[in-house]
């Protein structure tokens, strides 16, 4: 009888372990549910791809831009060797730069 009564005991304290596991695992499941929407997820996750989209088509508009303006810029800096080697004023310089800006307008 003693057996069944300490077998009975497990039982119960089996039972309510059980229990209490499953309703902890229900409880978090609400919490998750709650906390993550998957439609707002997938929301994010488009805007995520448009931006990166965005980014792909900027970067491509910009590395010709880039690399048009570093070839001014070592034309410039060439350009202003030679202009510094050659002994041209800075009066010239500044007549020749006064003129450029006139004929681009």
Do not use: W
Not at 42 to 65: D, F, G, W, Y
Not at 78 to 89: A, D, Q, R, T
């Amino acid at each position: 009888m003693l057996c069944v009564t300490v077998s009975h005991y497990q039982n119960d304290k089996l039972d309510h372990l059980i229990t209490a596991i499953k309703n902890r695992y229900e409880d978090v499941e609400k919490q998750l549910a709650s906390k993550y929407n998957i439609s707002e997820a997938l929301k994010l996750e488009e805007r995520i791809n448009q931006l990166e989209h965005r980014l792909a088509s900027h970067e491509t508009e910009v590395t010709p831009k880039l690399s048009e303006l570093q070839d001014k810029i070592m034309t410039n800096t060439v350009l202003h060797s030679f202009v510094k080697e050659s002994g041209i004023s800075d009066e010239d310089l500044i007549k020749c730069v006064v003129q450029e800006e006139i004929n681009k307008n």
